[in-house]
């Protein structure tokens, strides 16, 4: 009786309903690895600078000095920025708005924003000047690298705020709940 109810037409139509939604939604979004940062990714898919790059050991433990040095002075002046951050908002927002205030939280700013890109490029040179000529064309070679990786992750990103409906209309419509 079964047989003469579900013949393969129907059978397909029903099938290929069912299975439909799943298509569609995999096409939703790109893959998830495509997308996440190096950091996130498990060690053995990061790479190893350190390899890669070929550094000798002596090197290896001047770099960490180099990173261990920098590190306190770092989040010290990130907290003065996020800080200084915060004053010029309070200046610019205040009830009364007074602009020899908004200037002088400016330049603590922008005070506070030269040191961390100072203490940032000052750990850069000196990391620089421990590579060989040969290790620094490879080092080139990868940060262009990452960085044509974050070109594509930002782009893709972009791309997924200009297209929020399209992406909503795959979506299960969720019931509205009145409290």
Partial sequence: MMRQILSPKVFSLIAAALFAPLFVQGQDA????????????????????LRELGLLPEQIRQIRRINMERKPL???????????NRDLDLAIYADDVRDEDVRLRLNDFQAAQAEVAKIRFASELAIRKLLAPEQLVKFRELRQGFADIRKNIEERRRNQKDMPKLRRMNRPVRPVVNE
């Fill in 74 to 84: 770092m989040e010290a002046a990130q907290i003065r920025l996020r800080q200084a």
């Fill in 30 to 49: 790109p893959p998830e690895e495509a997308v996440k940062p190096l950091v996130e990714r498990p060690a053995q898919q990061r790479p190893n600078l």
